[in-house]
Each structure stands twice: as C-alpha cells, then as structure tokens.
C-alpha cells in the first residue's frame, strides 16, 4: 500500500499527545493557546476578510509552534546538564529568542490587521 493508515492515525496520535503535553504542563505554551482564543474571537468580531484571517491564522499557529519547538529545546537541554551551562545557557537562550520574534512579528501583523478597525470603531463611539 502507498500509505500506511495506521502509521499515519499513529503519527497523528502522537502529535495531539505533544499538544496536551504543552498546554497541560507549560505555563508558555497555555498562554500562548489563551491568546490565540481571545485573537480569534477578534478576527470574528471585527469584518475582517479572508487573506487577513488566514494570515492571523498562519501567526497563531506560527508563534505556537516555535513554542513548542522552544520548549522542547529546553526540555532536552535540560536532559543533557541540568547544573549551569553556557553553551546550554545560550542554545535555550537562541530558541527563547526565537520566540520573541515569532511573537513580535504577531503582534506587528495583528496591529496592522486591527489597529484601523479599533480606531474605527473609537471614533465610531465618539461622533455619536
């Protein structure tokens, strides 16, 4: 067979099992998730159109994503040495900065993407 099935449903076993893992036990990673809930009841609240929701999407799942990948850093690294490194010091230290810019491009995209909308509706609330 070309694909195996049953690989795959274990692949994707597999991978919610990792989401549970970071929601459950990562303080990061649930705020991350709380976030993105709140974001996306604002990409519904506002009339925002598709290219725009999908690219709040994309940056929800992006920044997620590398937080994960970030803790996952941290957790091996902390198998590796757990007393101070600083060569480990400065990978967990990379991945943290990789997050921050995941995190800062977001929230660039998402002022672009609500600012006007925002100011729409305060001036909306003003000339009334």
Known sequence: ????????????????SGL???????????????IAAIVVFFMFYFPLNLQERAIIILCIFLVLSI????TQVEKVTNLID????????KIKNLA????LLA????????????????VQGISHLFNH
């Open 82 to 89: 757990r007393n101070y490194n600083r060569e480990i010091r």
């Open 103 to 118: 995190v800062i491009g977001a929230g660039a995209v998402a002022g672009f993407i609500f600012l006007p909308h925002i």
């Open 67 to 70: 937080e994960l990948m970030n």
């Open 20 to 34: 549970r893992i970071g929601i459950k036990e990562e303080n990061t990673v649930r705020i991350g998730a709380i």
């Open 1 to 16: 067979m070309f694909i195996n099935f049953r690989k795959l449903l274990k692949s994707f076993k597999v991978a919610f």
């Open 96 to 99: 943290a900065g990789a997050v």
